[in-house]
Antibody
Framework: QVLLQESGPGLVKPSETLSLTCTVSGDSVSSAYYWGWIRQPPGKGLEWIGVVWHDVNSYYNPSLESRVSISIDTSTNQFSLRLRSVTAADTAVYYC????????????????WGQGILVAVSS | DIQMTQSPSALSAAVGDRVSFTCRASQNINSYLNWYQHQPGKAPRLLIFAASRLQSGVPSRFSASGSGTDFTLTITSLESEDYATYYCQQSYSSPYTFGQGTKLDLK
């Protein structure tokens, strides 16, 4: 069974950097899958943030690309999200998830998700 | 960006009912369409990938169809644990956008 668990501060001040970690068990972050982040602002739908593969390939939502980075730490089997210069609009529940490859016969679905962590941006 | 539009935004149904939700993409996404179930406080759950393929462990009362721009998720004979919000997501091109969701609640 693959399990993902988000961790990090629940409160970040405006203009600072939001940093979250996702701990993976039951799979390796060095496996064939992508690892990514999705968020849900209060009362709104899901927003794809980005994904990373082997700390080599990463793809980000263009709306966030100038502020976001996702990295992998194989020594701890974790991957992390950093979002710079946050504002109140970045207040959301942040989910980490495992994503399948895209290509012939591969469909890019997120098959395992963490429970989510609420991060509020406020002074 | 590809816009994903779900309808209805909310739906009330009783246990045992058959319900269907639709999802429309703003451009052709072939079969790169996934469906998720999300209950409050829980991790979203993958139900369907590749437009119509049932994820392992998902009950057979869930089914889906469609390709191109129009997609449908159907639940035959609703059970109490099915009350949730359902999201479609396209994995055809970045950014991999989600629909705004259809909230299914108890009638």
């Amino acid at each position: 069974q693959v399990l993902l668990q988000e961790s990090g501060p629940g409160l970040v001040k405006p203009s600072e950097t939001l940093s979250l970690t996702c701990t993976v068990s039951g799979d390796s972050v060095s496996s064939a899958y992508y690892w990514g982040w999705i968020r849900q602002p209060p009362g709104k739908g899901l927003e794809w943030i980005g994904v990373v593969w082997h700390d080599v390939n990463s793809y980000y939502n263009p709306s966030l690309e100038s502020r976001v980075s996702i990295s992998i730490d194989t020594s701890t089997n974790q991957f992390s999200l950093r979002l710079r210069s946050v504002t109140a609009a970045d207040t959301a529940v942040y989910y980490c998830a495992r994503r399948h490859q895209l290509g012939i016969g591969q469909w890019g679905q997120f098959d395992y998700w963490g429970q989510g962590i609420l991060v509020a941006v406020s002074s | 960006d590809i816009q994903m539009t779900q309808s209805p935004s909310a739906l009330s149904a009783a246990v045992g009912d058959r319900v269907s939700f639709t999802c429309r993409a703003s451009q052709n996404i072939n079969s790169y369409l996934n469906w998720y179930q999300h209950q409050p406080g829980k991790a979203p759950r993958l139900l369907i990938f590749a437009a119509s393929r049932l994820q392992s462990g998902v009950p057979s009362r869930f089914s889906a169809s469609g390709s191109g721009t129009d997609f449908t998720l159907t639940i035959t004979s609703l059970e109490s644990e099915d009350y949730a919000t359902y999201y479609c997501q396209q994995s055809y091109s970045s950014p991999y956008t989600f629909g705004q969701g259809t909230k299914l609640d108890l009638k």
